[in-house]
């Protein structure tokens, strides 16, 4: 049974922190490389972030960079979004993929509000 199941999204402030996390269960993670999009109300998934199967590689979309950390543990079969300087454009339901086998997680909802 696959899964991807996103936690820590929540309400925080401009300027504040938080840390995704994706929990993936079901296939090999480690063959896989994974990323983080989001989709705001009214607009289209974009990319946020990707990292390869080793962490080697990692990619940004350019509003995120010096922002926004992708990581992942392949032992633990996770992957985490540490998301700093957060903005109000930043708001989105943030979705985990893992790419090799086009699985999606259900989503969690990041909101910077005042």
């Known amino acids: 049974h696959v899964q991807l199941v996103e936690s820590g999204g929540g309400l925080v402030q401009p300027g504040g922190s938080l840390r995704l996390s994706c929990s993936a269960s079901g296939f090999n993670f480690g063959i896989t490389a994974m990323s983080w999009y989001r989709q705001a109300p009214g607009k289209e998934r974009e990319l946020v972030a990707s990292?390869?199967?080793?962490?080697?590689?990692?990619d940004y979309a350019d509003s995120v960079k010096g922002r926004f950390t992708i990581s992942r543990d392949n032992v633990k079969n996770m992957v985490y979004l540490q998301m700093n300087s957060l903005k109000p454009e930043d708001t989105a339901v943030y979705y985990c993929y893992a790419a090799f086998f086009a699985y999606w997680g259900q989503g969690t909802q990041v909101t910077v509000s005042s």
């Open positions: 990292i390869s199967r080793s962490s080697i590689g990692t």
